[in-house]
């Protein structure tokens, strides 16, 4: 089993950019696909992106496609997602998961996860 420790969220102004990391324990991280999720207050938990285990495919929500970039660096055991140019509606806790042993493609949704980190939060000013 994998374990997940999001980092790097906080406050930024709508138009700037912020990166998160998740950190991931364990010598196999290399075989997970690994997804970034994220759930505004209220609203549903939503896909945001994700990796395939060697990091040659990815896969975008509609609405971050062209601003947010996910990325792995497999000898860091750490999964990345890149945000710019924020809006407020970016506003949420975001979520890094790791996927099944089994399954090693881009998984956009939720259910095909095994493992989750505790969130971290990312708030949008405008």
């Known amino acids: 089993q994998v374990l997940l420790e999001e980092s790097g969220g906080g406050l930024v102004q709508a138009g700037g950019s912020l990166r998160l990391s998740c950190a991931a324990s364990?010598?196999?991280?290399?075989?997970?696909?690994m997804g970034w999720f994220r759930q505004a207050s209220g609203e549903e938990r939503e896909f945001v992106a994700a990796i395939s285990r060697n990091g040659g495919n990815t896969n975008y929500a509609d609405s971050v496609k062209g601003r947010f970039t996910i990325s792995r660096d497999n000898a860091k055991n750490t999964v990345y997602l890149q945000m710019n140019s924020l809006k407020p509606e970016d506003t949420a806790v975001y979520y890094c998961?790791?996927?099944?042993?089994?399954?090693?493609?881009?998984?956009?949704?939720?259910?095909?996860?095994?493992?989750w980190g505790q969130g971290t939060q990312v708030t949008v000013s405008s």
């Open positions: 998961a790791a996927g099944p042993l089994l399954l090693g493609g881009v998984l956009i949704r939720a259910s095909q996860y095994s493992t």
């Open positions: 364990g010598r196999t991280f290399s075989t997970y696909s």
